[in-house]
């Protein structure tokens, strides 16, 4: 991932697409509603290809994202399933 930004020169100060965290999120947030147009108006996947694409884009963004702010998201999730261990979402029916 890296590598490719560098190689566009992202990574540069004068870049045309400087890769700051508000950036990045920006973004992150764009691909993700692009994952939403596959499914706006049906309830399946009409084209693979470009499904994963799309879910390949929101991923290297929040990796991206992540190493840029010093992130390890391996840490941070298994932090979050330990945190989410003791969470109730849904109050039992009175």
Known sequence: MHEFVRSK???EANSK??????????????EAAEVLEHLQWRDEIVDQTEWQGELADVLLYLLQ????TNV??????????????????DEPAQ
């Open 9 to 11: 020169g992202w990574y």
């Open 17 to 30: 697409r400087p890769q700051t965290p508000r950036n990045l999120a920006i973004s992150l947030t764009l």
């Open 65 to 68: 994202l992540a190493d840029t």
């Open 72 to 89: 390890n998201l391996v840490e941070a999730v298994h932090a979050k399933l330990r945190k989410n261990a003791n969470r109730v979402w």
